[in-house]
């Protein structure tokens, strides 16, 4: 129960300081007058994927525990793309890609490329010699990423310029100092830091007390609880009428997501990440590669109407997760 109580406090912590940390990164955006484009995407990367960066650090150097690092990465793959069907039944009274430009296939696409070089490297364990104790596909997920980076940016920056100037007049914190931001900024990501390194020990003594395992609690439990900044920020992006920040940010923390597990190899000094961790988090990157998938399907095709209260493709995609979670379940 201890545990639990533990798990349920550090999730409610990065659930309320993410959302302030959403809130005073955009004032700091604002007062620095440095681009809100550019920099409002910055910073909307490093706060809903600041969880994932601290605890999969923390898996790796304090704690020892492999598969909560990569479970974690890989499920928040996974959940992130279920977030988008949950946005989805939200959305009325037309499926969600629809209103969503088709340039989030790029960004996907991206995902999906990243997601490929995992399962490779997963499967070709221990028959690459490593780079010191570095895996090669390390380097070139962090050369993949500057590159997505630099490419989604500059398709979108336009739409993303127009978006922001719309709703300048709306995010306007007169009342807010340059000096309150920062330090409200930096108290809730120490918040959002310190609850995230207890999560892989917490995540440790919860796979040993219910017999789940590290890969199943990683992929599940941890990915779940760091994703929830992920999760806030989408709906009230949706709830403001954004549907394509709200997606962007989805597709582009996939992204990031794989960036991180290569921080997180740099950190690991035994030897090559995911060569330490179990075969089967394959499943959970093979899951997110056919969620992307679909939503890719989805952004294409565009359907105008909804048979029920869902979209087809969102529906393949809770699908998708049902079967990623139970396979995850039998083979723990």
């Known amino acids: 129960m201890l545990l639990w109580f533990g798990f349920l406090i550090c999730t409610a912590a990065i659930v309320y300081s993410g959302t302030r940390l959403s809130k005073y990164g955009d004032i700091i955006a604002e007062k620095t007058g440095l681009g809100r484009a550019w920099i409002g995407i910055v910073l909307m990367a490093s706060v809903t994927s600041l969880p994932e960066l601290v605890t999969g650090i923390g898996s790796v150097t304090f704690a020892d525990v492999p598969d909560i690092a990569v479970g974690d990465v890989l499920g928040s793959c996974v959940f992130n793309m279920l977030i988008l069907a949950i946005l989805d039944t939200m959305y009325r009274p037309t499926p969600i890609s629809t209103k969503a430009h088709q340039g989030h296939v790029l960004s996907a ?65 007169k009342d807010v100092s340059m000096k309150t931001a920062v330090l409200h900024y930096g ?3 120490l918040i959002v830091i310190i609850a995230a390194i207890f999560l892989p020990k917490i995540g440790e003594g919860i796979a040993e007390a219910t017999g789940l395992g590290q890969t199943f609690v990683g992929n599940i439990f941890i990915a779940v609880s760091t994703s929830l900044p992920e999760v806030v920020v989408s709906i009230a992006a949706v709830r403001m009428g954004a549907v394509d920040l709200a997606i962007g940010n989805l597709f582009g923390s996939n992204i990031f997501n794989i960036f991180i597990l290569a921080l997180d190899d740099i950190f690991f000094l035994k030897g090559p990440l995911l060569s330490y961790a179990s075969p089967n988090h394959i499943i959970s990157a093979l899951s997110a590669m056919a969620m992307t998938t679909i939503a890719i399907i989805g952004l294409t095709y565009r359907a105008e109407k909804k048979r029920l209260f869902v979209a087809w493709d969102s529906l393949g995609i809770i699908m998708v997760f049902i079967a990623n979670l139970l396979l995850l379940y039998v083979l723990k």
């Open 109 to 173: 696409g991206f995902g999906l490329l990243l997601l490929s070089i995992v399962c490779l490297s997963m499967f070709l364990r221990g028959n690459i010699s490593p780079l010191g104790w570095l895996d090669p596909f390390s380097v070139l997920f962090i050369v993949i990423y500057l590159i997505a980076i630099r490419l989604v940016f500059t398709y979108e920056k336009r739409k993303i310029a127009e978006f922001l100037k719309e709703i300048a007049d709306e995010l306007q914190y």
């Open 187 to 189: 108290m809730n990501a």
